[in-house]
């Protein structure tokens, strides 16, 4: 029975309509482990950010076992007044996922995706994330149970285990499930991100979801840069609906801008500074995050300019966000001559 796509998502494709000058698919920030919190959705959405945001992906195992709910608060909490992103879940339990996914309304949250793509090997190990495109009959039983939350259910997956080939038996099995949005990084598992993405099937993958569940959402994921690198692949693959932007943010924090425009230095030491701000805003909220994840995101905003190396080499000596602050002062003119 094919079934009728869910308020949520007609919401989100009838303001990305009503708010662009040309027909576009609707892009998104991937769930990336450790990156995508509320601090860094924010300093994107500052930057000019994607109309969709997605959590890191969450244990439903931890949140529904009493002794570990309180170690997942941290991935699943949202700010005041920013935009109400989908919660990422991952396990290998049908009924953790539906547990998990019943306390998500009381939190705010208004659509779930589930992970069946992520690489890693304790993720992998526990049955969860790639590892179940070798078992389809748990998938399928994972992606029924959290239905049974009311949300509406999306999946992220890859094209294999073990070869991009796969994905002519795999995808059928989740497009017959009728999911919301089916979200395909466009290579194996074990291809990692160690060779281009597979943008050669994807005129095969959207014939399939004609086919089998036209009212699915289908989106893409890997090697995508920017927006207008996004437009250039809609415009060659019209059947997409939604382009997801995983690594290129993290190149680019302005990757979702329609516009093409130059960004100045000043400009991204903002976006650094703005990120501090946040930062020691969730520290206090007592919700502590490791100030040594924070050095992760010094190459995006502090590049291109001379010093720049010897600057970032400075900063990932910092311990604090004090410590950081100071050191841009320290080389304010330097940086407002760059």
Sequence with gaps: MVQAQSQYWRD??????????????FFSMAPMEAVTDT??????????GPDVYYTEFTNAASMVHPKAKFSVQGRLAVAPGEQQPIAQLWGSKPEELEGAAKLLPDMGYQAVDLNMGCPDGTVVKNSAGSDLIRHPDTA????????????????????????????RDWL?????????????????????????????????????????????????????????????????????DGIMIGRGVLEDPYAFNQTESTHSLQDSIQLLKL??????????????????????????????????????QALMDTHSTA???????????ALELA
């Design 12 to 25: 989100v494709l009838a303001k990305v309509a009503n708010n662009s000058s040309q027909k576009r698919p």
């Design 39 to 48: 601090v860094f959705r924010r300093v994107v959405a500052k930057a000019g």
């Design 140 to 167: 399928v039983a994972l992606i029924r149970a959290t239905k049974k939350a009311g949300l509406p259910v999306s999946v992220k997956t890859r094209l294999g285990f073990y070869k991009p080939e796969e994905f």
């Design 172 to 240: 059928p099995i989740i497009f017959k499930e009728q999911v919301e949005v089916l979200t395909i990084h466009l290579r194996s598992r074990k291809e990692m991100s160690k060779v281009p993405a597979h943008y050669e099937y994807i005129d095969e993958i959207i014939a399939m979801r004609d086919e089998l569940a036209p009212n699915t959402l289908l989106q893409l994921n890997g090697d995508i840069k920017n927006f207008e690198h996004g437009m250039e692949l809609y415009h060659e693959h019209p059947g997409v």
């Design 275 to 312: 990120q501090l701000d946040l930062f020691d805003e969730v520290n206090t909220a007592k919700l502590p995050k490791h100030f040594e994840a924070l050095k992760r995101y010094f190459k995006i905003y502090l590049r291109g300019f001379p010093h720049a190396a010897q600057l970032r």
């Design 323 to 333: 410590e950081v602050r100071e050191l841009l002062a320290q080389h304010a003119e």
